[in-house]
């Protein structure tokens, strides 16, 4: 398995399945910039902060690998499928993402996802 394979099943064990704030420091460069369609975020801090938010919205949520990971050079590409559970029900959900690492860190970070019926 190559850094990136091996980086990109961390992402989503460890950051976002697990606890975001003590794998932010091991996965996050600390000039990482991450690209949403709505809004950006600048280093492991405010990485493992948005995570922690998305987390708490819901009472269980997990993220699994659909697709991927694609390893470009420095370019890491996965699609992933997200199910959480609120006191309302369960929302499912999906998204790709593109991420580019250096020294075993990610650094930058592009992801679209949407919500599923």
Do not use: C, K
């Amino acid at each position: 398995m190559s850094e990136g394979h091996g980086l990109y099943h961390r992402w989503l064990s460890e950051l976002w399945n697990g606890d975001p704030y003590s794998a932010a420091s091991n996965l996050i460069s600390e000039d990482f910039h991450g690209h949403w369609p709505d809004h950006e975020i600048h280093g492991p801090e405010e990485l493992a902060s948005a995570i922690a938010e998305t987390q708490a919205m819901f009472t269980s949520i997990e993220f699994i690998l659909e697709v991927g990971p694609f390893v470009e050079g420095d370019l890491v590409a996965g699609r992933w499928t997200g199910q959480g559970h609120t006191p309302d029900g369960v929302m499912n959900f999906f998204g790709n993402d593109i991420l580019r690492f250096r020294d075993g860190r990610f650094v930058e970070y592009w992801t679209a996802s949407a919500t599923r019926p």
